[in-house]
């Protein structure tokens, strides 16, 4: 199994850039989490997904952020315009439905903003 | 509200030496227990996870971990620490209540002595 696919792995984009995430879940999951960490806040999670719609949003930070899963196998984390504060690691994770609620988790991308 | 706390931010062990992290959590609900360990640039790592039955749960790495209802607690334990071992270790609950979220304790940083 090639576990969570998450690209890129790093991102270096200037303030006001339109930057775009992506994440390839495990194959068979039906939940797909995204979070972020800093140092300040540690890791929050921004919105998880089961069976491709959207569950809870509650932690995107603001309209700026927006998360779509248009099928099983992929999804995509937008932030347009970036700001410098957006600057974190992006991790994906994603769980089967079947058993337990562990999660796995991607690489993570690492966004810097200028 | 439903809350992890690792009390320690900082642990350095000399190698060969054992190992005890804590984590302390709050849940109404019967907690599904986490912890995870993620390396520098990398993403989180499941080392072991409680869902019910034997309270001492054996994981990779040689790591174990014991649940206990009356302390809320669930410390993660290792005998004899290796160098490779330092990196930072997350607790993490989740519920049938929470839709399959899980709680991410703030982490505690293991560093290692030669």
């Known amino acids: 199994d090639a576990g969570v696919i998450q690209s890129p792995r790093h991102e270096v984009t200037e303030m006001g850039q339109e930057v775009t995430l992506r994440c390839k879940p495990i194959?068979?999951?039906?939940?797909l989490f995204w979070y972020r960490q800093t140092m300040m806040r540690g890791l929050e999670l921004l919105i998880y997904?089961?069976?491709?719609?959207?569950?809870?949003d509650s932690g995107m930070p603001e309209d700026r952020f927006s998360a779509k899963m248009p099928n099983a196998s992929f999804s995509t984390l937008k932030i347009q315009p970036s700001e410098p504060r957006d600057s974190a690691v992006y991790f994906c994770?994603?769980?089967?439905?079947?058993?337990?609620?562990?999660?796995?988790f991607g690489p993570g991308t690492r966004l810097t903003v200028t | 509200a439903q809350s992890v706390t690792q009390p320690d931010i900082h642990i350095t062990v000399s190698e060969g030496a054992s190992l005890e992290l804590r984590c302390n959590y709050s849940?109404?609900?019967?907690?599904?227990l986490f912890w995870y360990v993620q390396s520098p640039g990398q993403g989180l790592q499941l080392l072991l996870k409680?869902?019910?039955?034997?309270?001492l749960v054996q994981g990779i790495k040689g790591f174990e971990a014991e649940f206990k209802r009356s302390q809320s607690s669930f410390n993660l334990r290792k005998p004899s620490v290796h160098w490779s071992d330092a990196a930072e270790y997350f607790c993490?609950?989740?519920?049938?209540?929470?839709?399959?979220?899980?709680?991410f304790g703030q982490g505690t940083e293991l560093s290692v002595k030669p």
């Open positions: 994770a994603s769980r089967t439905g079947t058993s337990g609620y562990e999660q796995y």
């Open positions: 993490a609950v989740g519920a049938d209540n929470q839709g399959g979220k899980l709680i």
């Open positions: 849940y109404g609900a019967t907690p599904y």
């Open positions: 409680y869902f019910s039955g034997d309270t």
């Open positions: 194959s068979g999951h039906n939940s």
């Open positions: 997904f089961n069976n491709n719609v959207p569950i809870d």
